[in-house]
């Protein structure tokens, strides 16, 4: 069944935002994630930072970009609610591991934290609404 399709026929809250929205949400949230993570990779390379400080930025990339693929691929909303609870999950290990170390990657990314905390109300609203 077509993506879209499929989305727009499944059961969403009445605060649901419209489907346009998220494509420009992400692409200002992808800018800093650009650039906060990349300067994480900057540092964890010069050896500025260890492994354990880094890791959860690299989860947290590797989860986010599942989502889409379980969601809309797979069609999937169980794995897709699982997986944004890790995206959560690993991104407030990562803000909370990083702020001894830069505070501002902390503060820059409060709107992805923000963002992925509705999304995950979200997806965990939908996937209840359309349980089987």
């Known amino acids: 069944m077509n993506t879209y399709i499929w989305y727009s026929q499944l059961i969403k809250p009445v605060w649901a935002p419209p489907s346009w929205l998220f494509g420009p949400v992400w692409t200002a949230l992808y800018a800093i994630i650009a650039a906060s993570y990349g300067y994480m990779g900057y540092l964890f ?3 500025k930072i260890p492994f354990i400080v880094f890791l959860p930025f690299i989860l947290n990339l590797a989860f986010n970009f599942a989502f889409t693929p379980l969601q809309f691929g797979l069609q999937n909303n169980m794995l897709a609610a699982a997986d944004i609870l890790l995206v959560l999950g690993t991104l407030v290990w990562a803000l909370i591991a990083i702020f001894p ?6 503060f820059v990314n409060i709107p992805y934290l923000i963002w992925v905390s509705f999304a995950t109300v979200l ?4 996937t ?3 349980f089987k």
């Open 45 to 47: 390379f010069k050896r």
């Open 101 to 106: 170390y830069a505070r501002w990657v902390t």
């Open 123 to 126: 997806q965990l609203t939908i």
């Open 128 to 130: 209840y609404l359309n």
